[in-house]
């Protein structure tokens, strides 16, 4: 695969990062303090943060501008209950493992394994939130 494939793989997760750290800071200040959901919402935005920071160094490193965050973003659920920020976190879950399969698909060293990490993160929190585990995370099934 070419460097740019690669690099495009690395902006487009980054971009799914820095929007589910968004997310997670909208769910998590939506929540009961101390609520099972609540503390996963506080624990995920710490990971998603972490992988944003990775992601912004291995773009980097690359010798690309890392695609910066939105100021906002429009979420497709409002969280105004506990199954509100389940729906979201599955979403959240799901497209960050779709996301982290294209850099799995381009990368190789050190970015493809961050990605194989992450891609079994966010497989196991979208099942946490309550979303069906599958077989093959991050790949539509037919």
Not at 66 to 75: G, I, S, W
Not at 78 to 107: H, K, M, N, P
């Amino acid at each position: 695969m070419s460097a740019g494939t690669v690099v495009e793989a690395l902006q487009d997760a980054l971009a799914g990062e820095h929007a589910a750290v968004y997310a997670y800071g909208v769910i998590g200040g939506r929540l009961d303090y101390g609520t099972r959901y609540q503390d996963l919402a506080t624990g995920l935005y710490a990971d998603h943060r972490d992988r944003r920071d990775a992601l912004t160094q291995y773009v980097a490193d690359a010798g690309a501008e890392p695609v910066a965050a939105e100021a906002a973003y429009e979420l497709p659920v409002a969280v105004e209950s506990d199954t509100d920020a389940q729906r979201l976190g599955q979403q959240l879950e799901d497209r960050c493992s779709v996301l982290y399969a294209g850099v799995v698909a381009t990368a190789t060293g050190g970015p493809r394994s961050f990605a194989v990490e992450a891609l079994g993160g966010s497989a196991l929190a979208g099942v946490e939130w309550g979303a069906p585990s599958t077989a093959l995370p991050g790949v539509e099934q037919p």
